[in-house]
C-alpha cells in the first residue's frame, strides 16, 4: 500500500483534509478517509515526523495550521498562525533548518515560520513582491510557489508579475533575494521543479499553457531560458490554465496537468535535461486537474481533477514515460493537493 494525504476546498462536500491509499498490487485506490476537518486546507506538506503544514483559513483570517500525528494515527492541532486576509497557496517544509515557507496568491507574498520544538509553528519573516502584467489575471503580484533549489536557497514563482526568485535563507528564516528572472509577459509562472543533476529547472506558465526550460546557476541563484514549449495540441484555442509538473525520479520524463483541455502532458526529456519532447496527451477523465504526484516507486500517477470531485489513476511505463488509465471516478470531494507519505 502507498498512501497519501489529500488537500481540498471545502466549498461543496469536503471535510478537509483525507488520506487514500493505493493498492499496488491490485492497482486501484481505496479507503478515502477523512482525518482532519479544516476549512479550506488546499495545501499541505507532511514534515519527516508525519505533522501536517496545511493552508487554513478562519473567518477573515488566512495562514497555516500545524496538525501532530499521534501514535494511535489521530491528528492532534498545534496551532495556526494567521493574518488579516487571503491564506497562502502553496506551502512547504524545510527539514534541515526546521522552517515552513508559504507562497500567498491574492497578497504577493512570501512567508516564512519556524518550527518550535514541539512542532508548532512561529512566524518569522514577510517578502512583498511588487508590479503587475498583461493578462486580464495580473492585476497584482500573485506569488504562486516557494521551495527548495538543490543548493537549499528558496525559489519563488510570482504568476502576477512574471517573475522567479531566488532569496537566500538564514536559519531563523530571514530571506535575502539574490537574483531574479523575468519570463515573458502574460507567462504567469506557477510551478517548477528541478531536474536530478541540479543544474535545470522546469517552469510552468499557467496563463500560456507553457513549459520553460531553464538552466540554473548555483553560484548566483540565477535561471537562464533555454526552451520554451507549449502543453497544448496544435489549434486548441479554448480556455486553459497549467497547473501542476512533475519529473521522474530518473530526470527522463516530465508532466504537466492542463485545466481546461483536461488533459496530462507527458515529455521526453534529453540526456542533458535542456531540452523535452511531448510525447504524450492523454485524458484526465474528469475536470480540472489541479494537481497529481507520482508515487515513490514510480510506477503510477494520481491525479486530483477538482471540479468533478474525482480522483483519476494511470500506470507509468518507465521506459516510455507514457502512461495509461487504470482507474477513474473515485470519488474525492474537491482535492486540489496529493502528497505520498
Known sequence: MQKMILGSYTKKKSQGIYTIELDTAKKELVNLTPIIKEDNPTFL??????????????????????????SSGSYTFLNRVTEEGAPPCYVVVDEARQLVYGANYHKGLLTSYTINEDGA???????????DGPHENQNGPHAHYSDLTPDARLVACDLGNDTVYTYDVSSEGKLTEVSKFKAKPGTGPRHLVFHPNNQV????????????????????????????????????????????????????????SNRGHNSLAVYKISEDGLTIELIQLIS???????DFDITPDQNFIVL??????NLTLFERNEVTGELSLLQKDIFAPEVVCIKFI
Open 45 to 70: 506538506d507532511v514534515s519527516d515526523n508525519e505533522t501536517i503544514y496545511a493552508v487554513s483559513k478562519e473567518g477573515n483570517l488566512g495562514g497555516v495550521a500545524a496538525y501532530k500525528k499521534e
Open 121 to 131: 509553528l512561529t512566524l518569522a519573516d514577510h517578502i512583498q513582491h511588487e508590479g
Open 304 to 309: 486530483a481533477n477538482q471540479n468533478t470531485d
Open 284 to 290: 484526465v477523465e474528469g475536470d480540472f486537474p489541479r
Open 201 to 256: 529547472a522546469y517552469l510552468f506558465g499557467e496563463l500560456s499553457s507553457e513549459v520553460i526550460v531553464l538552466s540554473y546557476d548555483e553560484n548566483t541563484g540565477s535561471f537562464t531560458e533555454k526552451q520554451v514549449i507549449s502543453t497544448l495540441p496544435e489549434g486548441f484555442s479554448d480556455f486553459n490554465g497549467g497547473a501542476a509538473i512533475r519529473i521522474s525520479q530518473d530526470g527522463h520524463f516530465l508532466y504537466a
